[in-house]
């Protein structure tokens, strides 16, 4: 089973170009399953329909949660279908498998009071600073993800349009930028990254104190610091940050198919929806409805 699973891994990474992220979800589901077929003694070849709905209901008695069950199936579903059509197996024992049905929650989010008190805390009176508050504003101004943010190039940034292009290896999107972050970003850019930078060649557009490309988790820990910082109770993530800059949108007028360009939502997954939004009229509204256009 070993083998079949570098085989699959190496299947989604080269043919399915997935993110290294949704590869190591895949990776523990697969590698937990294997465990639990390999203690009970069970063949993966010959595994049955009734086998799997053990194995999700040994994943409830454990306590896991019922997106982690239904994210579980969803990875032993695809081994499967890599193992059909690479002829492992006959058949897909989880295809009749009904999926847990998981409550939709409504995602928390930030009032706008509560993101000028969060952005209000980076003082750009050092490298630092300068930098930190760059970074929230520009997360909060773009709704973009943390992956998204980590991942950005200078050359990425446009001041000229006020814009800034998310590139990922499916589609590219462009995603205006406000008033307030682009003065920020621009003090960032100008005055503050040229200092950290060790290497000339290393073209990130955040980078950490030592001049590296900045991490998801020095990302996180820099929102957890400022949330600290201003007092607010509620839990603060970036991901939180993107649902708040989506909704304060939304309850200032735009529509949601516009939100859906900007953010790059999966519900919006071809290019030819995307292409419906011009960069200009994105601007627009964007300015006309963003709390720090």
């Known amino acids: 089973m070993d ?7 190496q299947f989604l990474q080269r043919d399915k170009k997935l993110s290294d992220n949704t590869l190591q979800s895949y990776r523990r589901d697969i ?18 329909e009734e086998d799997i709905k053990k194995y999700l209901k040994e994943l409830k008695r454990i306590g896991k949660k019922t997106s982690t069950i239904s994210r579980s199936l969803a990875s032993i579903r695809s081994f499967y279908q890599f193992l059909v059509k690479t002829k492992k197996v ?28 969060l952005l209000e805390q980076p003082k750009d009176v050092d490298l630092k600073g300068t930098r930190d508050k760059a970074m929230l504003e520009f997360a909060y101004a773009t709704g973009m993800k943390v ?36 003065k920020a970003l621009k003090e960032y850019v100008e005055e503050t990254r040229p200092i950290l930078l060790k290497d000339d060649k290393n073209k990130a557009l955040f980078v950490n104190m030592n001049g590296s490309r900045l991490t998801r988790q020095g990302f996180w820990k820099i929102v957890k610091y400022y949330k600290e910082k201003a007092h607010i109770d509620k839990e603060i993530t970036p991901h939180i940050l993107r649902h708040s800059f989506a909704t304060h949108l939304l309850q200032n007028g735009a529509d949601l198919k516009s939100i859906q360009a900007m953010l790059g939502h999966s519900d919006i997954s071809s290019t030819q929806v995307y292409s419906q939004f011009e960069t200009n009229e994105l601007k627009n509204l964007y300015k006309n409805t963003h709390p720090r256009a």
Not at 3 to 9: S, T
Not at 34 to 45: F, G, L
Not at 98 to 114: A, C, F, G, N, Y
């Open 31 to 48: 590698l937990q399953y294997e465990k639990y077929v390999e203690n009970n003694e069970i063949n993966y070849i010959k595994v049955t």
């Open 147 to 182: 992956t998204e943010i980590i991942d950005l190039n200078i050359d990425d940034i446009d001041f000229k349009s006020g814009t800034v292009t998310c590139s990922n290896r499916k589609k590219t999107r462009t995603v205006p930028l406000g008033g307030l972050a682009e």
């Open 3 to 9: 083998k079949q699973i570098k085989l699959f891994l």
């Open 90 to 117: 006959k058949g897909d024992p989880t295809a009749n498998v009904q999926s847990p049905k998981i409550e939709k929650r409504v995602p928390s989010v930030l009032t706008s009071d509560e993101v000028e008190l």
